[in-house]
């Protein structure tokens, strides 16, 4: 590991203020939505790296769980690496990693999952590709309709707890399924991103994509997160 760095999974306010000014050089954010982001992952789950005494970046542990044979294995999701800009280049990125996993590994944590920009750095401290992103296509023309038993019915977003009972009892018997974290479930529910409307249908959430989402057309109907009770 880089000596030149230290490594903290204690985070004074004063710190994590200079942390979301950090991030928001690196991710692009308006002013003030990194406090937002740091207060909904949690303040105690941001570790900084310094030099000098000087904050040089952080990021973010989401604790999960991954489904493999009906047993839930611990699982740490890595969020928000951000470097200040006049540090990069300079080992910091690869040392916070390195400090992290190995904080990790002490805990007993045996999987830790990312969506990286870039893959060169992460694939230095130790990670490698894993999963597939799919999109499947149908007319929905071609859909063969009949009677069904159940009534399809519209939510509110605050409603959204229910759901949660449901996608783990799926996620239970489908290998590699996450078990949620309570932060990411929330969100999922209560602040979509891109689209431009969301409605929860019984066990689905769709989204009206509309033609500038993964090049969808006007009218088309994307299907995101979805869970069946068991014996549905």
């Given at each position: 590991?880089?000596?030149?760095?230290?490594?903290?999974?204690?985070?004074?306010?004063?710190?994590?203020?200079?942390?979301?000014y950090?991030?928001?050089q690196c991710?692009?954010?308006?002013?003030?939505?990194?406090?937002?982001?740091?207060?909904?992952?949690?303040?105690?789950?941001?570790?900084?790296?310094?030099?000098?005494?000087?904050?040089?970046?952080?990021?973010?542990?989401?604790?999960?769980?991954?489904?493999?044979?009906?047993?839930?294995?611990?699982?740490?999701?890595?969020?928000?690496?951000?470097?200040?800009?006049?540090?990069?280049?300079?080992?910091?990125?690869?040392?916070?990693?390195?400090?992290?996993?190995?904080?990790?590994?002490?805990?007993?944590?045996?999987?830790s999952?990312?969506?990286?920009?870039?893959?060169?750095?992460?694939?230095?401290?130790?990670?490698?590709?894993?999963?597939?992103?799919?999109?499947?296509?149908?007319?929905?023309?071609?859909?063969?309709?009949?009677?069904?038993?159940?009534?399809?019915?519209?939510?509110?977003?605050?409603?959204?707890?229910i759901?949660?009972?449901?996608?783990?009892?799926?996620?239970?018997?489908?290998?590699?399924?996450?078990?949620?974290?309570?932060?990411?479930?929330?969100?999922?529910?209560?602040?979509?991103?891109k689209?431009?409307?969301?409605?929860?249908?019984?066990w689905?959430?769709?989204?009206?994509?509309?033609?500038?989402?993964w090049?969808?057309?006007?009218?088309?109907?994307?299907?995101?997160?979805?869970?069946l009770?068991?014996?549905n």
């Amino acid at each position: 590991m880089a000596s030149q760095f230290e490594y903290s999974t204690f985070v004074h306010t004063e710190e994590l203020q200079q942390l979301g000014y950090i991030l928001e050089q690196c991710f692009v954010m308006r002013a003030g939505e990194s406090e937002r982001y740091i207060n909904r992952i949690g303040s105690e789950n941001f570790r900084i790296i310094y030099r000098d005494k000087q904050v040089v970046g952080g990021l973010g542990i989401i604790s999960m769980g991954q489904w493999w044979g009906g047993e839930r294995v611990p699982m740490t999701g890595i969020s928000a690496v951000g470097i200040a800009p006049e540090y990069r280049g300079g080992r910091a990125a690869i040392a916070l990693m390195q400090h992290t996993l190995q904080e990790l590994y002490n805990q007993g944590v045996p999987i830790s999952v990312l969506y990286p920009a870039t893959q060169r750095l992460y694939r230095k401290a130790g990670y490698e590709q894993a999963g597939s992103f799919c999109i499947w296509e149908i007319n929905s023309q071609s859909i063969q309709l009949r009677e069904q038993p159940l009534t399809l019915q519209s939510v509110i977003a605050s409603n959204h707890e229910i759901f949660h009972n449901l996608y783990q009892q799926q996620a239970k018997v489908t290998i590699c399924s996450l078990q949620e974290n309570s932060m990411l479930h929330k969100q999922l529910f209560l602040k979509p991103r891109k689209y431009s409307q969301v409605i929860l249908l019984g066990w689905l959430i769709t989204f009206n994509l509309g033609n500038w989402e993964w090049g969808m057309r006007n009218g088309e109907l994307g299907i995101g997160h979805r869970a069946l009770g068991m014996g549905n």
